[in-house]
């Protein structure tokens, strides 16, 4: 998977900003109300977000199972 978190103005989202504006984004989907065009445009960065929270999750599992390596070497 490519790293989000390093691509376009998205790189400053924390995990946990990321999240939110994800949950933001599938509630407005929810609720529906909105165009096609709208729907389809919030689906995409709905996508984008999920990508850049599953990157830091990677991240943090990587950190994590780096750790453990270490500690089990040491």
Do not use: F, H
């Not at 609720?31 to 929270?53: F, V």
């Not at 990157?55 to 500690?71: E, I, K, P, S």
């Amino acid at each position: 998977m490519t790293d989000d978190r390093n691509a376009g103005p998205d790189v400053r989202l924390s995990y946990e900003q990321a999240r939110a504006e994800l949950a933001s984004v599938v509630e407005r989907l929810e609720t529906g109300g909105t165009s096609l065009e709208e729907s389809l445009a919030l689906w995409e960065r709905g996508e984008k977000l999920a990508g850049i929270c599953q990157g830091w999750l990677d991240g943090a599992r990587a950190r994590l199972d780096a750790a453990r390596q270490q500690r089990s070497e040491g």
